[in-house]
């Protein structure tokens, strides 16, 4: 099939099943070898079995494996494993061996932590839900329902496909969407493959728009931090006796504060906003037992040319920052709604920019309660699915070199 062919509009469920949503290198040093080809530099594929070495057990993995190609649209290939596809090309076919013979590094080299590959997760969807944005509830294997164990185990199988390892919740303190969790998500046969996270939806739980004001508006900062005692309360009875299901950064589990960029009116106001979040991080760790591995909304949008002081102030309370996504909403809808995007080099040469832009101007930036230094985690969320806005276009070419382009990010 030709590249134009396979040129398609990605919309934000797709992009959520292909694309890495969040590429978690946390800590992982630099690593160089002198190998002939451009794969050498990102190592932990060759990486078969996960256990931290290139060796002759990796081999005997590829060679032990029968020839397979990825599942179509929603029906992901029954057996299908992601790390023997360690070319990323789909399928795992005859000349495997003689690939990894070639590009792999040095048998036994000991390599840096593999990179997490997370997506957002959501349970709000239903039949009559949202009516406003239709094709949000559905996708090309028919309705897509929170409360459905099936969907979610097919959406689980989806992403293993992609070697997509952990999801992170939308977590909102209502009673209706966290009971679909426990019906659809955490009850899906194949939910303990996965690992789980949390995002903290701000703006819903704390019932505001625009920018949260923490010092002149206590009932936010109170509200804010008996979620995040909610929150750790859930997420001890969702991970169950054992835990082992919970996405952990140095032994901590990881939430996500969407919007926290939005907290603090103006300067003189982030002290409060500060306050609230020693108060927020507090009341989780009551609840849960550990302090949660906090990830900050904090990095800039193509449009802003340097982070601001605010953005550097906010993150000495988190231990990483990202971007829910590097959607340009300005430059967007300046296209008109029947304009698509495409994935091109101009534009991933943009967000690679951009993404350099952030470790730059967070640099200097550490952690209040930790001193270590505040990890940028690059966004590869590629576009955002809004009614009346354009579509993002990729070609075969495109895909391929905007993963590679986050892969060389992490490094």
């Not at 070898?33 to 931290?52: E, V």
């Not at 750790?232 to 919970?246: C, H, I, R, T, Y």
Request: net charge positive; charged share 30%; aromatic share 10%.
């Amino acid at each position: 099939m030709s590249s134009g062919a396979w040129s398609r509009h990605i919309s934000r469920r797709r992009a959520i099943r292909d694309a890495v949503v969040g590429a978690l290198a946390l800590g992982a040093p630099r690593i160089s070898m002198a190998l002939p080809q451009r794969p050498s530099r990102f190592p932990w594929p060759f990486d078969i079995d996960g256990n931290g070495f290139v060796s002759e057990s990796d081999r005997r993995l590829l060679a032990a494996a029968p020839s397979a190609t990825r599942g179509h649209r929603a029906r992901p290939e029954r057996d299908w494993n992601a790390r023997l596809d360690f070319l990323g090309r789909g399928r795992v076919d005859g000349d495997r061996l003689a690939h990894f013979d070639r590009l792999a590094p040095a048998l036994g080299t000991r390599l840096p932590p593999r990179p997490i590959t997370a997506c957002w997760h959501y349970g709000w969807y239903g039949r009559g839900r949202r009516r406003a944005e239709a094709p949000m509830v559905r996708y090309v294997g028919g309705d897509y329902l929170s409360t459905d164990r099936r969907t979610e185990e097919q959406f689980n199988a989806l992403k293993e496909e992609f070697g997509i390892s952990a999801d992170v919740l939308s977590w909102i303190d209502n009673r209706e969407v966290l009971r679909a969790y426990e019906r659809g998500y955490l009850s899906a046969s194949n939910r303990t493959r996965r690992r789980v996270g949390l995002l903290y939806e701000s703006q819903i739980n704390l019932a505001a728009s625009g920018r949260i004001d923490m010092a002149r508006n206590e009932p936010h900062a109170a509200k804010l931090a008996q979620d995040f005692r909610r929150m750790g309360q859930w997420l001890v009875e969702a991970a169950g006796d054992n835990m082992s299901g919970l996405l952990r950064i140095d032994g901590r589990p990881l939430v996500y504060l969407y919007g926290s960029h939005t907290f603090g009116p103006s300067d003189r106001d982030l002290p409060a906003v500060g306050a609230a979040l020693i108060r927020a991080r507090d009341e989780f760790a009551e609840a849960f037992g550990a302090y949660p591995y906090l990830v900050g909304d904090e990095s800039i949008f193509p449009g802003d040319t340097e982070v601001a002081f605010d953005r550097r102030y906010r993150a000495r309370y988190f231990d990483a920052v990202t971007r829910y996504h590097h959607y340009d909403e300005p430059h967007i809808r300046a296209l008109g709604s029947d304009s698509a995007v495409r994935m091109d080099a101009r534009y991933r040469q943009g967000i690679v920019a951009l993404e350099r832009r952030n470790m730059e101007g967070f640099g200097a930036v550490r952690n209040r309660h930790t001193d270590a230094s505040v990890v940028v985690v690059p966004s590869a969320a590629a576009g955002f699915a809004k009614r009346g806005l354009p579509s993002l276009r990729a070609s075969r070419e495109d895909y391929g070199a905007w993963l590679e382009a986050m892969q060389e990010l992490t490094d």
